[in-house]
């Protein structure tokens, strides 16, 4: 297994604990034999939330998965969220590709300024430039520990106040955002995020509705469409607890292009769909962990 393999693996396996919906998407998937019950899910992209500081942020997370050979590719701008973000393809089709977003802390207030600097002023140099790469259980260990302090209540929700997305890095820090079930390739029925959400729908699962269930590019080529984060019991600091957003899973389509329509079917590869994201799906997305739609 390459350390790639084990750093993903480790990211999953502690993300369909945290997050019930994997098992139960899965589940269901197997349960209409969707897929073999010893199957694969394509996995399209992850997602990971940063803190932009200098010492952190996507500077830092990035040169992890750099190292493994994935290639920086397209920037994308929230400007209401405050938040950059950047798409990194793969080193081969088998590996997901990878989201990774960055808090614009230089442009909030003050007060959340200050709030966010008094934990992430612990980590005083870049923590990835102390980590050896090529140690896939060292990474996985520093995806997964704490960077700073337990947050308290208090300040969680001050936060959330000013900044939803600020306050779902305090607490729930590099934990996977998301995995993305790739739909194209499964059986008719299921291959269109439409039908894909019908399913999920009768399976009991909530979907986004921030922009309408499906955020599709103004190019008809990607459609995006995701759960509601569901709440779990959050333990802060001074033994307080609260139930507040983890993550959820998303599902996209990427149509074939104009030019490879004509392709016979078993002949289309990764390289003839839409790539990258869409800013404008993808600031409807980042709100499957804001309350306006966990609340719902
Ligand atoms: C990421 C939201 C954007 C996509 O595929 O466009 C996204 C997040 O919630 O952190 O995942
Ligand atoms: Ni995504």
Do not use: C
């Amino acid at each position: 297994m390459s350390t790639l393999d084990t750093v993903l693996e480790g990211l999953m396996s502690r993300y369909k604990a945290r997050v019930p919906d994997v098992g139960g998407v899965i589940g269901a998937m197997i349960k209409e034999n969707v897929i073999a019950h010893d199957g694969e899910i394509e996995n399209d992209h992850i997602a990971f939330r940063t803190m932009g500081v200098p010492q952190l942020g996507i500077q830092s997370l990035e040169k992890i998965f750099l190292h493994y050979g994935y290639t920086k590719k397209d920037y994308y701008l929230f400007p209401e969220k405050k938040l950059d973000a950047y798409w990194y393809a793969p080193p081969e089709e088998k590996y997901p590709r990878i989201f990774v977003s960055e808090l614009r802390v230089k442009d909030l207030s003050p007060r959340a300024q200050e709030i966010i600097h008094s934990y992430t002023n612990e980590v005083t140099s870049d923590p990835v430039d102390q980590l050896d790469l090529d140690d896939g259980q060292a990474v996985d260990h520093f995806l997964h520990s704490a960077l700073w302090r337990t947050p308290t209540l208090s300040d969680y929700r001050e936060l959330a106040n000013e900044s939803e997305y600020a306050a779902w890095v305090i607490y729930n820090r590099y934990y996977l955002n998301h995995f993305t079930v790739s739909v194209h390739n499964l059986k008719p029925g299921y291959n269109t995020v439409e039908a894909f959400n019908t399913f999920l729908e009768k399976h009991g699962f909530k979907l986004n509705d921030s922009g309408g269930k499906i955020k599709t590019s103004p190019d008809g080529g990607l459609s995006q469409s995701s759960t509601v984060a569901r709440m779990l019991t959050a333990d802060f600091a001074n033994g307080e607890q609260a139930e507040i957003a983890g993550s959820y899973v998303e599902f996209a389509e990427r149509r074939i292009l104009p030019q490879y329509r004509e392709l016979p079917a078993n002949e289309v590869r990764r390289q003839h769909r839409r790539e990258g994201f869409e800013a404008n799906n993808a600031d409807k997305i980042f709100e499957s962990t804001y309350a306006a739609q966990t609340g719902k």
